[in-house]
């Protein structure tokens, strides 16, 4: 092999925000070797967020957006050919592929085999709801398209793997954790006193957070339901959201709509410093439909805070003992009783925990530049 950068180009399906995916891809921008690997980014949408667009640019990294639309109710075939276009006008050495679609997995990896791609590793970030005939019909048929194409697969978790591949592929799918930084994330009760401050909170008040963006599966309603329970009995707390998204608006109506929490939400909107507000937390919320993993809450557990989560979630983001999952159909009572039993915890840095779990970012990085590099 000559001495000139690996070609790497990093294709994301649909549009860029901030949310846990684009979390991911910015943390291994930030952290792979840029003297070894030449990378750019590929959005098949856009990009929504300018903050992402100057990291990017501060990177030295090309961002280049095809602007176009889909939904579940447009093929994403739609896809093959203006990606077919972009792949044969600038030649890459290896195609990195996310998305939530096996579909757009299979249609994306067609277009980089066809564009004579040497290496190409599709990468499922999520698992689903509804594990149904319908479903497992669209996973074989992709997969007779991905067997075709692709040189590796990879998966933030078994669960996210064992969903969009098929049992023959999902077992050799390399495991890549959602590595985060995790001295960014680690306690730092400087900042915890910094923030409180800055939004009015008191040192008193028993924060309940969560961080995701308002989309379906994120369930931030149920999170508010919760809360009127928990309310009732401790009213001196908050639930402090952190995102943006589709649901947003929906979820402050429904906030502004019940007295006896309209004063007691607050709504941060989308930010890049998540690791701030977590210092603000003392416990953190996660009541996801479903997840790959939940990047959101191992930065939470990093942060030195208990984790709620839902127990559709992959077992594997309890890297620390404080972390309970619980029947988002039960009754809602029964999660106001296990936010209470953190109320007077103290904060423990778990930074330490987290990556010796293999869930910092330079574990992830090694693993994906091993890839980069076959």
């Not at 970030?125 to 996973?139: A, P």
């Not at 028993?206 to 994120?218: A, E, Q, S, T």
């Not at 402090?240 to 941060?268: C, N, S, Y």
Request: net charge neutral; hydrophobic share 40%.
């Amino acid at each position: 092999m000559s001495h000139s950068r690996i070609k790497v180009l990093e294709i994301r399906d649909k549009n860029m925000a901030v949310g846990g995916e684009e979390r991911f891809l910015m943390n291994l921008f930030s952290h792979i070797d840029r003297n070894v690997f030449q990378i750019e980014c590929l959005v098949t949408s856009d990009c929504s967020s300018d903050d992402y667009r100057k990291m990017l640019n501060d990177l030295g990294i090309r961002l280049s957006e095809l602007g176009i639309q889909t939904d579940r109710r447009i093929f994403k075939n739609i896809l093959f050919r203006p990606v077919l276009k972009f792949l044969s006008e600038n030649r890459f050495d290896v195609v990195h592929i996310h998305s939530s679609s096996v579909v757009a997995l299979a249609v994306l990896s067609s277009a980089a085999y066809r564009a004579g791609v040497k290496t190409i590793i599709v990468h499922s970030h999520t698992s689903g709801l509804v594990f149904n005939w319908k479903y497992k019909g669209i996973r074989a048929l992709a997969s007779l398209y991905l067997s075709k194409h692709v040189t590796y697969y990879c998966a933030c978790s078994k669960e996210a793997a064992e969903w969009k591949f098929i049992p023959k592929y999902s077992a050799q799918t390399y495991i890549v954790p959602n590595g985060i930084n995790c001295d960014q994330f680690r306690y730092n009760p400087r900042i915890r006193s910094e923030y409180r401050e800055k939004l009015n909170i008191p040192d008193s008040t028993y924060v309940i957070g969560n961080v995701g963006r308002f989309v379906y599966n994120k369930n931030q309603q149920f999170a508010v339901e919760v809360f009127r329970k928990y309310v009732q009995k401790n009213p001196d707390s908050l639930l402090l959201f952190v995102g943006d998204g589709e649901d947003r608006q929906r979820i402050e109506t429904m906030v502004k709509q019940a007295e006896d929490i309209r004063d007691k939400v607050m709504f941060i909107g989308e930010v890049l410093n998540v690791e701030a507000y977590l210092q603000v937390f003392d416990v953190f919320i996660f009541p996801s439909l479903f997840e790959g993993l939940g990047i959101a809450a191992l930065e939470a557990e990093c942060a030195g805070l208990p984790v709620i989560a839902s127990d559709t979630i992959p077992r594997e983001i309890a890297l620390v003992d404080r972390v309970s999952f619980l029947d988002l159909n039960g009754d809602k009572s029964i999660w106001a009783e296990e936010l209470d039993k953190y109320r007077n915890t103290e904060r423990q840095d778990a930074s330490r925990t987290i990556r010796e779990k293999g869930y910092d970012i330079a574990a992830t990085v090694k693993i994906i530049s091993d890839l980069y590099r076959k």
